[in-house]
């Protein structure tokens, strides 16, 4: 049961275009969300996070849009660049809830950013 | 500085083996995890640990057990290794389980289980 899905494994873009990472969930009880970045044997090394009590965060190249009511989340990166090739992970928690602090992931969605 | 890190990066072992992945942070926070990514390269939690209260998730076999010597560090110990337990077992750490929900990561260790 994946309560946080990335139905994307894979996206390729241009250098200097915009990238867009999709994520869905499923539990309404979500009300954090971050966006992580993981270079091949590296761990997962944070990006961006939004709380559902804003629609949009934005951290230079970054920019992270929240639709609640469609439960989705998207990441922007623009310009992309070579170095943001990398597997992007969406992922969520509930504040304050029993197992607070515990970030749910989704699988992962592959970047290739070409020159 | 490492900001979180974990040893051995690799480890092979033999079916019924008992192994520990150490795990340090020195990033002062008060919270600490371990996850694992299997085949699917699913992350998921198994355990969250501060000094007052470890969160198991249900679906972790009681072969697996964390064990906290101070605030810096979180070793997973793991008894009677399966096939199935292959996978990268990921460290984490937050500053707090409830006032901050950014998580730091560890490099991973890759555990293959012959």
């Known amino acids: 049961d994946q309560q946080v899905k990335q139905n994307s494994p894979s996206l390729s873009v241009q250098e200097g275009r915009i990238s867009i990472l999709n994520c869905d969930y499923t539990n309404s009880m979500f009300d954090y969300f971050l966006w992580y970045k993981k270079y091949p044997a590296e761990g997962p090394t944070f990006l961006i996070s939004i709380s559902s009590i804003k629609d949009k965060n934005e951290d230079g190249r970054f920019t992270v849009f929240l639709n609640k009511s469609a439960k989705h989340l998207s990441l922007h990166i623009v310009p992309s660049q070579p170095g943001d090739s990398a597997v992007y992970f969406c992922?969520?928690?509930?504040?304050?809830?029993?197992?607070?602090?515990?970030?749910?992931f989704g699988k992962g969605t592959k970047l290739s950013v070409k020159p | 500085d490492t900001a979180v890190s974990q040893t051995p990066k690799y480890l092979v072992t033999q079916m019924g083996n008992d192994k520990s992945i150490k795990c340090e942070q020195n990033?002062?926070?008060?919270?600490m995890y371990w996850y694992k990514q299997d085949s699917k390269k699913f992350l998921k939690i198994m355990f969250s640990?501060?000094?007052?209260?470890?969160?198991i998730n249900e679906t972790v076999p009681n072969r697996f057990s964390p064990k906290s010597p101070d605030k810096a560090h979180l070793n997973l110990h793991i008894n009677s290794l399966e096939l199935g337990d292959s996978a990268v077992y990921f460290c984490?750490?937050?500053?707090?389980?409830?006032?901050?929900?950014?998580?730091?990561f560890g490099p991973g260790t890759r555990l293959t289980v012959t």
């Open positions: 990033l002062g926070h008060d919270t």
């Open positions: 640990y501060n000094n007052k209260e470890l969160i």
């Open positions: 992922a969520a928690t509930t504040v304050g809830g029993g197992s607070q602090g515990n970030l749910i």
């Open positions: 984490a750490s937050s500053q707090s389980r409830t006032l901050n929900y950014e998580q730091y």
